[in-house]
């Protein structure tokens, strides 16, 4: 215990060096952490997003902006695909069951999305989770809506409130549709997907809000973002995908999600592994600058060391005296990156999840984040 107090003093008679060191630690324990923690959280946030989704069909564009648009609800679609069209593929043999979305509207910066009732029926996240309610019930006629579990919280709704959906997502200065009210008739449960930062309201809704010329003879729009589909079996998968691609009078096309998600992960892997290149060089200068404040340290402590001797130090014990600064300094440079980045996590997933409606889990305590303080 002596030499431990003989080491934190001679490291507070040292506070300037020891204090670069500890934040250089700590600046490498933030990047390398953190973006392996983001790494970790968007991957599995992707994985996440959809399930159970046998194909999503939209109008012929990419496959990642029809993904994008659909089931992270960022950008707009180059083209819309027809009701008719919808309706032609819901009624093929092979289709078990067909969900119909529309995007383009926002409520404060959040993704308002128009949809069926039964998208809460068939619709499922992670591995093959259903989507429950943790309060209400899913909108049923008229100007009613659902709210995701994010959007709930943060902006303080609660059942029965009201209020007025706007043109567009981000732009302040969208036109506010103000001559309907929309009642909350319902709040979701945490799914950790873009659904938990979305707004539910009926295809009907949306089409009387719009226009009352902009529907069908049923109430429903004449064009839809997209459809989410669920075959009778697996093997039509690719006969469905086919026939959708030839559809007769209108160019549309169908993406498998899992496929798709993929691709677009494998997309970003060149951006994670120049980040993760910089993260390693940030350690390996801290750890030089480590290694450096320790040699210039011996020759500044010659006398202080020799003078230890002369008391009857043991060279084991000055040596053990250093190692002892060497960790507290270390340990100190690590709790200060990860104390830094628990504060900053919050608004780093808000960012990610309003940019590319991605909901990342972040979690400092997983076993990889403790391997790397050990390691270091």
Not at 193 to 218: K, Y
Not at 256 to 272: F, I, N
Request: charged share 15%; with cysteine.
């Amino acid at each position: 215990m002596a030499i431990v107090f003989i080491s934190f003093r001679s490291l507070m008679h040292r506070k300037l060096p020891t204090l670069l060191l500890i934040l250089s630690i700590a600046c490498s324990v933030l990047f390398i952490v953190g973006i392996q923690k983001l790494k970790t959280g968007a991957k599995q946030g992707f994985s996440r997003s959809i399930s159970g989704t046998d194909l999503i069909v939209g109008s012929r564009s990419g496959d990642m902006q029809l993904l994008m648009t659909t089931v992270f609800r960022v950008g707009t679609p180059m083209a819309n695909m027809s009701w008719n069209s919808f309706e032609g593929i819901q009624a093929l043999p092979q289709v078990q069951w067909a969900v119909p979305v529309s995007s383009g509207d926002g409520y404060k910066g959040y993704p308002v999305l128009a949809t069926l009732p039964t998208y809460f029926k068939h619709i499922k996240v992670g591995r093959k989770q259903s989507l429950t309610f943790q309060i209400g019930r899913a909108f049923g006629g008229g100007y009613e809506l659902v709210l995701g579990q994010n959007v709930a919280r943060a902006l303080g709704l609660k059942l029965s409130d009201t209020l007025q959906i706007s043109h567009g997502r981000f732009d302040q200065s969208s036109r506010v549709h103000d001559n309907h009210s929309f009642e909350v008739v319902g709040i979701l449960n945490t799914t950790h997907s873009p659904i938990d930062n979305t707004v539910f309201i009926s295809l009907e809704a949306s089409s009387a809000v719009h226009s009352p010329h902009q529907h069908s003879a049923h109430g429903m729009p004449k064009s839809i973002t997209g459809a989410f589909i669920g075959l009778t079996s697996k093997p039509a998968i690719f006969s469905v995908q086919q026939r959708i691609a030839n559809w007769p009078n209108e160019s549309l096309m169908a993406i498998l999600p899992g496929v798709t998600l993929s691709k677009l992960w494998r997309s970003l892997s060149p951006l994670d592994a120049a980040f993760m290149v910089v993260g390693i060089g940030v350690g390996f200068m801290a750890g030089i600058g480590l290694l450096l404040g320790l040699f210039m340290s011996l020759r500044e402590r010659s006398r202080e060391l020799t003078i230890y001797r002369v008391l009857g130090a043991h060279p084991l014990q000055c040596a053990s005296m250093l190692v002892i600064e060497s960790v507290i300094t270390t340990v100190l440079g690590i709790g200060t990156g990860l104390a830094v980045l628990q504060l900053v996590k919050l608004p780093l997933i808000q960012l990610i999840e309003n940019r590319f409606g991605v909901v990342v889990p972040f979690d400092l305590l997983m076993v990889d984040a403790l391997l790397f303080a050990s390691i270091v």
